[in-house]
Nanobody
Framework: QVQLVESGGGLVQPGGSLRLSCAAS????????MGWYRQAPGKQREWVAA???????NYAVSVKGRFTISRDNARNTVSLQMNSLRPADTAVYYC??????????????WGQGTQVTVSS
């Protein structure tokens, strides 16, 4: 069992930056893939970024070059640094983790979600 708790959401101007964090607790050693999804109003939930237990990273085309995912194993946290934010990035962002597969294929654990709003 793994628990995920997000923080760092808020309101930011277009072109600005925001950093999201996800704190994991429980059976963390069992996690193979961890990262972020987002869901905008009226749209499907979409995968954003992932990091594997080995440190490899993957990004959706829509955020590649602007977002960076990282991990801090000592603090059991995963972060998403979001730069050059656009109004289209406005969504509820969810931390996600899976025990055996990349999170763009399957998700075993979800965080509660944190709102990111990009607006003037």
């Amino acid at each position: 069992q793994v628990q995920l708790v997000e923080s760092g959401g808020g309101l930011v101007q277009p072109g600005g930056s925001l950093r999201l964090s996800c704190a994991a607790s429980g059976s963390i050693v069992s996690i193979n893939s961890m990262g972020w999804y987002r869901q905008a109003p009226g749209k499907q939930r979409e995968w954003v970024a992932a990091i594997t237990s080995g440190g490899g990273t993957n990004y959706a085309v829509s955020v590649k070059g602007r977002f960076t995912i990282s991990r801090d194993n000592a603090r059991n946290t995963v972060s998403l640094q979001m730069n050059s934010l656009r109004p289209a990035d406005t969504a509820v962002y969810y931390c996600a983790a899976d025990r055996s597969t990349p999170i763009w294929l399957k998700v075993d654990y979800w965080g509660q979600g944190t709102q990111v709003t990009v607006s003037s």
